[in-house]
């Protein structure tokens, strides 16, 4: 990816305007859109933290969990060591996109992969998030607002120990619960090292509590052509 600085700033609203357009109208599939999202977030993990080692995915039910399962696979299939906490009441997904990649690491070799709905810091704990390098925070992205409901809640409590206990985290669009249009946070809330944020640089990371919030900010694109961005 490249830093932040391109020349049009999106609100999390134009955002999901310029995907619905890519998909519905330009004709990208979904799917391609999520994996080329996590290969950014692939790329920014090697260029940031090439010796991170075990890499803690933690993805919420949505899409922007889905970009931290493809992140998982594909990191998987590098020889990176991956533990994936799927934060879901249903025990899967809630997106087909997402719920697709889910079942994709089913038996993949060097991928943890535990879902849970329940709002216990100790069997998150067991995930194995204190044998990691760094830890993705991919489980709230553009859709954010509002007060986080369990078991995203206790998943960010989660993360956020692990950074005060020295573990970096890499967050996929924002830190949840970052909101992407005006940059105000929820309570609690995921402070990051690094954020990659996709396609454009995002209006809500320009303030300032989420400036030190977010961290070193890297824009990602993710393949939407022009015509798409009409925003």
Not at 12 to 28: H, Y
Not at 115 to 120: N, V
Not at 137 to 142: C, E, F, K, S, V
């Amino acid at each position: 990816g490249q830093e932040g600085g391109a020349v049009k700033i999106l609100t999390a609203e134009a955002m999901a305007a310029v995907d619905r357009t890519a998909i519905e109208e330009v004709g990208i599939p979904g799917p391609v859109l999520m994996e080329n999202a996590a290969l950014g977030v692939v790329e920014a993990l090697a260029e940031r933290f090439p010796e991170a080692g075990t890499v803690a995915l933690y993805c919420g039910p949505g899409n922007n969990g889905g970009d931290g399962l493809v992140a998982a696979r594909r990191l998987a299939e590098q020889g990176v060591g991956c533990e994936v906490v799927l934060l879901s009441g249903s025990g899967v997904p809630n997106t087909p996109d997402a719920a697709r990649n889910w079942d994709r690491l089913d038996g993949l070799e060097l991928v943890n992969r535990v879902s849970t709905g329940r709002d216990s810091v100790v069997a998150l704990y067991l995930s194995g998030i204190e044998r990691a390098g760094i830890v993705v925070d991919a489980l709230l992205g553009t859709g954010v607002s509002g007060l986080l409901r369990e078991p995203v809640r206790t998943a960010v409590d989660v993360v956020v120990r692990a950074r005060e206990a020295g573990v970096p985290v890499l967050a996929v669009d924002t830190p949840t619960a970052v909101d992407l249009t005006t940059g105000e946070p929820s309570d609690p809330v995921v402070r990051a090292d690094v954020t990659i944020t996709f396609h454009r640089p995002k209006e809500g990371l320009s303030a300032r509590i989420a400036k030190l919030l977010a961290g070193r900010v890297l824009v990602a694109p993710i393949g939407i052509p022009v015509e798409a961005d009409r925003v």
